[in-house]
């Protein structure tokens, strides 16, 4: 089955501590990209990556970093520069910037 | 600066009754338009998408959408609705700019239905 998985479903943060989301797609996607999501905000965009070792920052990116090291793994790192890290995070992926984006289950990042 | 405005945070229908989510965007090319179906604690999927063509655009589970250029409009309809229905829907626009394509998705509409 093809498709898109993000890991963990739940992740808890400590201050001062950096964590990472994972991304993985089979879909054989050139572009890979993450949002976050609040309540009554929609998705916002933090950083995508349209080919392999690019990546380029979307509309929220400080306090985030990503790498693009395999054309399906896109992992993000939380740094502790992230003030407010809590929300839910939704990775995608697309055949192309303007085609359809398939998105992965969420991960929901809580600060302890 | 391109955008997209769903209006109506929250819409609650009856069991049955017509569905209308409202999307306008801005743009000063046409654009690639979709409508996204979120259920809780899931990621989005897509429902029906505008690229070129015929303007009424048929989706999964009964949607449709009608592309109306002179509106700016791409509104979500359908006829009857079902309990199961009931989740959050995204408007999204994607246009090429400097640097590629990008994708706007509008704040989202949850979507009520009344037994």
Known sequence: DGGITQSPKYLFRKEGQNVTLSCEQNLNHDAMYWYRQDPGQGLRLIYYSQIVNDFQKGDIAEGYSVSREKKESFPLTVTSAQKNPTAFYLCASSMGGQETQYFGPGTRLLVL | ?115
């Not at chain 2, 109506?8 to 069991?15: A, I, Q, T, Y």
Request: aromatic share 14%; hydrophobic share 40%; glycine share 8%.
């Open chain 2, 1 to 115: 600066a391109q955008s997209v405005t769903q209006l109506g945070s929250h819409v609650s229908v009856s069991e049955g009754a017509l569905v209308l989510l409202r999307c306008n965007y801005s743009s000063s090319v046409p654009p690639y338009l979709f409508w996204y179906v979120q259920y809780p604690n899931q990621g989005l999927q897509l429902l029906l998408k505008y690229t070129t063509g015929a303007t009424l655009v048929k989706g999964i589970n009964g949607f449709e959408a009608e592309f109306k250029k002179s509106e700016t409009s791409f509104h979500l309809t359908k006829p009857s609705a079902h309990m199961s229905d009931a989740a959050e829907y995204f408007c999204a626009v994607s246009r090429l700019n400097t640097g590629g394509f990008k994708t706007i998705f509008g704040a989202g509409t949850r979507l009520f239905v009344k037994a």
